[in-house]
């Protein structure tokens, strides 16, 4: 009889201690926050084996981490319905890339998805532009033509627990177009424009807004957008329309 009194204040204890739990928070979406996103991926573009001549340097896009923000809202894990649709995730590139990560809350940090995307590395052949598994995170992450991201992390507990977040990347332009490379194979830096300047291997632009009227006629006939999704175990201040 005391031991069974006992279990009952031990059980009635531990409702009391998750009722009382404090709601688990993402991390803020602060000046912090993009500078990791962005550490993480311009870190691992940079070290590309074979080495890129022409990679890109990424920067933020707000345009981009607002679409990315919306649909992380609706913790569906699948791609956005907008992607397939030209301008209706952006107003200034056509089509945009997408990267989404889904696990828990304590081991979450943007270095640790950024990382999870790229380092299905292992199943990518760059000679041959085959896959042996999954690897459509890692080619949108090293797209040399990419130069914005945004991203965004979102409580979702429906989705796998209390502490599940999911983290989503939108890259402008998008990236992983069938039969073509990642990025050209060479010396770092050699292919960057006399508008670039090299900085950690990567090229980058002085003034990005010349590179969007370049996207947007580059892109108008660019179609077959391959994307994909990973579970963690595609400057501006433009308004961005989200397509549920």
Same mark, same amino acid.
């Given at each position: 009889?005391?031991?069974?009194?006992?279990?009952? %204040?031990?059980?009635?204890?531990?409702?009391?201690?998750?009722?009382?739990?404090?709601?688990?928070?993402?991390?803020?979406?602060? #000046?912090?926050?993009?500078? #990791?996103?962005?550490?993480?991926?311009?870190?691992?573009?940079?070290?590309?084996?074979?080495?890129?001549?022409?990679?890109?340097?990424?920067? @933020?896009?707000?345009?981009?981490?607002?679409?990315?923000?919306?649909?992380?809202?609706?913790? #569906?894990?699948?791609? &956005?319905?907008?992607?397939?649709?030209?301008?209706? %995730?952006?107003?200034?590139?056509?089509?945009?890339?997408? &990267?989404?990560?889904?696990?828990?809350?304590?081991?979450?940090?943007?270095?640790?998805?950024?990382?999870? @995307?790229?380092?299905?590395?292992?199943?990518?052949?760059?000679?041959?532009?085959?896959?042996?598994?999954?690897?459509?995170?890692?080619?949108?992450?090293?797209?040399? &033509?990419?130069?914005?991201?945004?991203?965004?992390?979102?409580?979702?507990?429906?989705?796998?627990?209390?502490?599940?977040?999911?983290?989503?990347?939108?890259?402008?332009?998008?990236?992983?177009?069938?039969?073509?490379?990642?990025?050209? !194979?060479?010396?770092?830096?050699?292919?960057?424009?006399?508008?670039?300047? %090299?900085? &950690?291997?990567?090229?980058?632009? @002085?003034?990005?807004?010349?590179?969007?009227?370049?996207?947007?006629?580059?892109?108008?006939?660019?179609?077959?957008?391959?994307?994909?999704?990973?579970?963690? !175990?595609?400057?501006?201040?433009?308004?961005?329309?989200?397509?549920?």
């Amino acid at each position: 009889m005391v031991l069974t009194e006992e279990l009952r %204040c031990l059980w009635t204890l531990g409702l009391c201690l998750v009722a009382g739990r404090s709601p688990a928070r993402a991390p803020a979406a602060d #000046r912090r926050f993009r500078e #990791r996103c962005l550490d993480a991926h311009n870190a691992l573009r940079a070290q590309v084996l074979p080495p890129a001549a022409d990679m890109r340097h990424l920067s @933020w896009d707000d345009g981009l981490a607002k679409t990315a923000k919306a649909w992380a809202n609706t913790c #569906r894990f699948e791609h &956005n319905s907008c992607l397939s649709k030209s301008y209706e %995730c952006h107003p200034t590139f056509q089509y945009i890339g997408e &990267n989404i990560w889904l696990g828990g809350l304590s081991i979450f940090s943007p270095k640790s998805a950024v990382d999870a @995307w790229f380092n299905e590395t292992e199943y990518y052949d760059y000679d041959t532009l085959s896959c042996t598994k999954v690897c459509g995170h890692y080619t949108q992450v090293v797209w040399a &033509n990419s130069y914005k991201v945004g991203c965004a992390v979102t409580m979702c507990p429906k989705l796998g627990g209390y502490e599940t977040v999911i983290f989503v990347c939108n890259y402008g332009p998008a990236g992983n177009y069938p039969n073509r490379p990642p990025y050209t !194979r060479g010396v770092p830096c050699s292919l960057c424009t006399e508008e670039e300047t %090299c900085t &950690n291997n990567l090229c980058l632009f @002085w003034f990005s807004e010349q590179i969007f009227l370049k996207e947007i006629k580059n892109l108008k006939n660019m179609k077959n957008i391959q994307i994909g999704i990973h579970r963690g !175990r595609r400057l501006s201040t433009y308004h961005v329309i989200h397509c549920a």
